[in-house]
């Protein structure tokens, strides 16, 4: 079953609102990446963390690698209606080769 | 299209039939990986491929469950006498190496066990 704790589950925000959700886990990881997925698609990868307190943006999305390495966090500012969609963390640990786990993802839905 | 494509992308299928999925990953990339995802829930691991060695398999992937990938280039996913808790997207990503920057999905193939 899932190992990360990922929330809120849901989010409803007016368009031009700042989002954020995190992802909280019991063990250290050593990679985390957070994906986008859409309706019907598989998901699309959005920022790669590698490093304990990296931080990296992609456009309008920023993500962190936690300090302690068993936590994640995605920040969107100024949010669009096509940022609509469904939010995963994902982590890597150095046992697990290339096998990833995924948090339960967060619901966004964006008014405009 | 370089991207991952599976076929097909839905499939309905009786309770007790024997179903199988093709996934044909990016061209240049030598790993290929296999997940589960059902209703309200992330991604979850079953299987992945290094060239035509299966090197990992979950717990989740019983033995009804059997996965190929013959020549290190497409793999198919089979599930024999499916059963209604099969109903789920399956989804195959490739990555190049390790997949140290994150694997790429494809669209995934939905199955519906009635």
């Known amino acids: 079953g899932q190992q990360l704790n990922q929330s809120p589950q849901s989010m409803f925000i007016q368009e031009g609102e700042d989002v954020s959700m995190n992802c909280t886990s019991s063990?250290?990881?050593?990679?985390w990446l957070w994906y986008k997925q859409d309706p019907g698609e598989g998901p699309v990868l959005l920022i790669a963390l590698y490093k304990a307190g990296e931080l990296t943006s992609n456009g309008r999305l920023t993500a962190q690698f936690g300090i302690t390495r068993k936590d994640s966090f995605l920040n969107i500012s100024a949010s669009i209606p096509s940022d609509v969609g469904i939010y995963f963390c994902a982590g890597r640990r150095e046992t697990s080769g290339s096998r990833l786990t995924f948090g339960e993802g967060t619901q966004l839905t964006v008014n405009p | 299209d370089t991207g991952v494509s599976q076929d097909p992308r839905h499939k309905i299928t009786k309770r007790g039939q024997n179903v199988t999925f093709r996934c044909d990953p990016i061209s240049e990339h030598n790993r290929l990986y296999w997940y589960r995802q059902t209703l309200g829930q992330g991604p979850e691991f079953l299987t992945y491929?290094?060239?035509?060695?299966?090197?990992?398999k979950s717990r989740l992937l019983s033995d009804r469950f059997s996965a190929e990938r013959p020549k290190g280039s497409f793999s198919t996913l089979e599930i024999q006498r499916t059963e209604q808790g099969d109903s789920a997207m399956y989804l195959c990503?490739?990555?190049?190496?390790?997949?140290?920057?994150?694997?790429?999905f494809g669209s995934g193939t939905r199955l519906t066990v009635v």
């Open positions: 990503a490739s990555s190049l190496g390790t997949g140290r920057y994150g694997y790429t």
């Open positions: 491929f290094q060239n035509e060695a299966q090197l990992e």
């Open positions: 063990s250290i990881f050593n990679t």
